[in-house]
């Protein structure tokens, strides 16, 4: 027999069939009813051992947080002035990591309750709210889950984090919108690879763990304080305890987690090879990161146990569009701005905006916008993988075809106005040099008509970024190879002629410039021949043949007027002004370079501005106008900075003006600075300028004791000049050290000075020959003076006392 019961609300009987529920109720009315009065009255629950289990569910940490205490500071503010924040970041940031210790960190500094809900491995929204509930500790009742969860969660104070949620993000989003309105004491801290895009979401960025500097003279100093560093020695000891940096090994490991990005997972992967190779090893595979990278722990989720399937995740989770724009924006290396990213893009397989796509990828965590420009890049193993997905898919070919039409229309100025390339194409090219190199190998191994051309523009942006010789064996290599165009193999000479004139290799460069001459005549491109004519002016100038170049020189000008092209026109003005002063006409000099002047800073470009500034301060300088010289060569220096195409040529002129004032230790400082940068790119001045350099250098070697001419002699540090350079402070090293004396050094000095000898001083002070000696090399040393007579020398001049 059924038996019957009262409705827990109304007291009213219950249908027979209801009756042995565990709440009970009459109808859903009445449901509904008490289910409002529990939501408006708070619920003690007694403790047990369920209810402890919500305190928190967070694993306990297997291995130790490494750095980020900037971000978890900043992530504690954000927690307690926002109820939702999400953490944003690509695949192996390190989001989870970071959410779990900054959601321990709240539950041990207050009293809030933390609860993980792990989405990873959830795949349907429909499972998404019995993971809250299992992380939570209730199970189904008579009620919807949901509704259970919201009775329990709706007078705690607890930080639900959300991991994982990309896969799932309206379902989150629904979630997290539902938290945060029914229970007011809920705070949701997410992680995603996209943005939840509700009401009241803080994003907060995850980037890679700062990197150490990979230069030499920084990395001893630099990578031990580095947390991506820390992170790998602290990993790597899990696999072989006695690892620790060394001299041998640390430039190697900074220089693997400067190529990795700082990416967390990857750093963590490649540490687990150092029980089998050297980490200089490991750095020399990184080519292949994504086939090194897979030892990830077994019990890890599928997503990371390697970087290749950490990085599919989020590529399977792209509509078709997206994951079309990530294969073809793979061949870009280094970044690329909306233009270049439209040209490979656009296709009929994309429909939506190149921009909207983007800016997708971006949302996604793809795509990176570079701070303070329009331009975008991908993480390297981001790009590495959807360059996989790009040769999959048979599409290598299309986009790198896409990206030589894009490279070619813009090195077509190469022939159509070489003299005037505008800034704006200079600086495309130069903000594109990697991909434009990928594109040179790729046109290479297709033997592509397109060869000469583009690489000549390859070369022009590594001359500008002082690399000479780089450029020359790349159009060395190319012009070895058959071609169809002889104007793209005309421009490619050209340019090689230039170069080895400016680096002094006399013979190549009359040679290039020969072929470059007779292949120009016969190709109807007036600007085209005008700088090939250019070209064999400079040639003439570094082997002294003022006269012809001088001629040759005019009659380019004559064209660069008939053309109206300014850019040539000043190009050839600061040639002519340079052969003038050769031939000793100076009016005509100041003439030329006082016409150029306005062009040039018309154009924008630093280093034509700084090439007619130089010019202008050594016909200055001839005419013995030492304050206009001298304004003119720092103007140079300001403008263009420490470029070593340009900044000798200021520098070797504000040591000539030194000299002519009498500062011959200031003289020969700054022509060895210059000298130095020379030697950095491989540049030789003209015959003129450098013998009148030398000239002046001799004359501040006489003038000077041998010592102090030689320790004067120095090149200033890359620090020291940038000092001169912005503020115009000349750092004396003697002066220097002279203001850094101590008292008793100071008296060692004037001892010194006064005659005496190591024992009278010694006797005087009331110490040791030897500590006297001792003193004196201390002295030698700080004070760059080679001897102790070189020192009273020093101390005599300035009444040291």
């Not at 009987?13 to 008490?34: D, F, G, I």
């Not at 439209?342 to 983007?358: F, G, K």
């Not at 009331?766 to 001897?787: D, H, I």
Request: aromatic fraction near 4%.
């Amino acid at each position: 027999m059924t038996s019957t019961g009262r409705c827990a609300l109304c007291a009213g009987t219950l249908p027979p069939s209801t009756s042995e529920q565990r709440r009970s109720y009459c109808s859903n009315a009445c449901r509904q009813r008490a289910y409002r009065r529990r939501a408006a009255v708070p619920v003690v629950a007694p403790v047990s051992r369920q209810n402890l289990r919500v305190l928190s569910n967070l694993p306990a940490a297997r291995d130790t947080f490494i750095g980020r205490q900037q971000e978890l500071s900043k992530l504690d503010q954000l927690m307690r002035r926002h109820r939702l924040v999400t953490l944003l970041g690509s695949a192996g940031a390190g989001k989870t990591r970071l959410a779990l210790e900054a959601a321990g960190r709240l539950r041990r500094g207050r009293t809030d309750r933390v609860l993980l809900v792990e989405l990873g491995e959830v795949r349907s929204p429909q499972d998404v709210m019995p993971a809250v509930a299992v992380a939570l500790g209730v199970e189904q009742g008579d009620e919807p889950l949901r509704d259970t969860v919201l009775e329990t969660l709706v007078n705690m104070k607890v930080v639900v984090v959300l991991d994982n949620c990309e896969h799932l993000l309206d379902t989150c989003a629904e979630l997290a919108d539902l938290l945060l309105n029914r229970c007011p004491g809920v705070r949701v801290l997410a992680t995603s690879r996209e943005a939840l895009w509700i009401t009241g979401e803080v994003s907060f960025q995850v980037e890679g763990l700062p990197v150490p500097s990979t230069d030499r003279d920084l990395v001893t100093t630099a990578a031990p304080r580095s947390e991506a560093v820390k992170l790998f020695v602290d990993r790597a000891r899990e696999r072989k305890p006695d690892f620790r940096l060394t001299p041998s090994n640390t430039a190697a490991v900074a220089l693997l987690c400067a190529r990795l990005e700082g990416m967390p997972l990857a750093i963590e992967l490649a540490a687990r090879w150092v029980q089998l190779l050297p980490v200089a090893d490991i750095c020399d595979r990184m080519d292949e990161p994504l086939e090194l990278l897979t030892l990830g722990c077994r019990k890890s989720p599928s997503r990371q146990r390697s970087l290749r399937e950490a990085i599919d995740w989020s590529y399977q989770l792209l509509e078709p569009d997206e994951q079309f724009a990530l294969r073809r924006l793979s061949v870009f290396d280094g970044g690329f701005d909306l233009a270049a990213a439209t040209e490979v893009c656009s296709s009929e397989r994309s429909a939506e905006p190149v921009l909207d796509v983007l800016s997708r990828l971006q949302a996604k965590s793809l795509l990176t916008a570079v701070p303070g420009t329009t331009r975008f890049r991908q993480l390297e193993t981001v790009r590495l993988h959807a360059r996989e997905k790009l040769v999959a898919a048979g599409e290598l070919d299309v986009a790198f075809e896409a990206l030589a039409r894009w490279f070619t229309d813009l090195s077509d100025v190469l022939i159509t106005a070489p003299l005037s390339v505008p800034f704006e194409v200079q600086d495309k090219l130069d903000n594109h040099v990697d991909s434009l190199l990928g594109t040179v190998e790729w046109a290479a191994e297709r033997a592509d008509e397109r060869l000469l051309l583009l690489t000549s523009a390859l070369a022009d942006c590594a001359a500008r970024r002082g690399r000479l010789g780089q450029a020359r064996v790349l159009l060395r290599d190319a012009l070895r190879r058959p071609s169809t165009r002889d104007d793209y193999r005309c421009v490619a000479l050209n340019h090689a002629a230039r170069f080895a004139a400016e680096q002094g290799d006399h013979a190549e460069a009359v040679e290039l410039s020969g072929e470059a001459s007779r292949l120009v005549g016969s190709l109807g491109h007036p600007a085209l021949a005008m700088s090939c004519r250019s070209t064999l002016a400079a040639v003439q100038q570094s082997s002294g043949e003022w006269e012809a170049s001088d001629e040759n020189t005019t009659e380019c000008l004559r064209v660069a007027e008939l053309l109206g092209e300014p850019l040539a026109r000043a190009t050839c003005l600061v040639d002519l002004a340079r052969t003038a002063l050769s031939l000793g006409k100076h009016e005509r000099a100041e003439k030329a370079v006082m016409k150029a002047l306005p062009i040039s800073r018309a154009s924008g470009v630093p280093a034509r501005i700084a090439s007619a500034l130089n010019m202008r301060g050594v016909v200055a300088l001839v005419q013995g106008d030492l304050d206009e010289a001298t304004h003119t060569f720092q103007e140079a220096l300001r403008m263009d900075g420490i470029n070593p195409l340009s900044a000798p040529d200021a520098l070797e002129g504000l040591a000539v003006v030194a000299l002519m004032r009498g500062q011959a230790e200031r003289a020969l400082r700054l022509e060895a600075t210059g000298r130095a940068l020379r030697r950095s790119v491989g540049v030789v001045p003209d015959p003129f300028w450098a013998e009148k350099v030398a000239g002046a250098m001799r004359t501040a070697r006489l003038i000077l004791p041998v010592a102090r001419a030689q320790a004067a002699a120095t090149p200033l540090t890359a620090a020291e000049t940038e000092a001169f350079i912005q503020d115009e402070v000349w750092l004396d090293r003697v002066e220097a050290a002279h203001d850094s004396l101590d008292d008793h050094e100071r008296r060692v000095i004037a001892l010194l000075a006064s005659g005496l000898t190591n024992q009278q001083i010694a006797n005087r002070l009331g110490v040791s020959v030897r500590t006297v000696a001792s003193r004196l090399q201390r002295l030698r040393e700080k004070l760059g003076l080679q001897s102790r007579e070189d020192i009273a020398a020093w101390g005599a001049e300035r009444a040291i006392g």
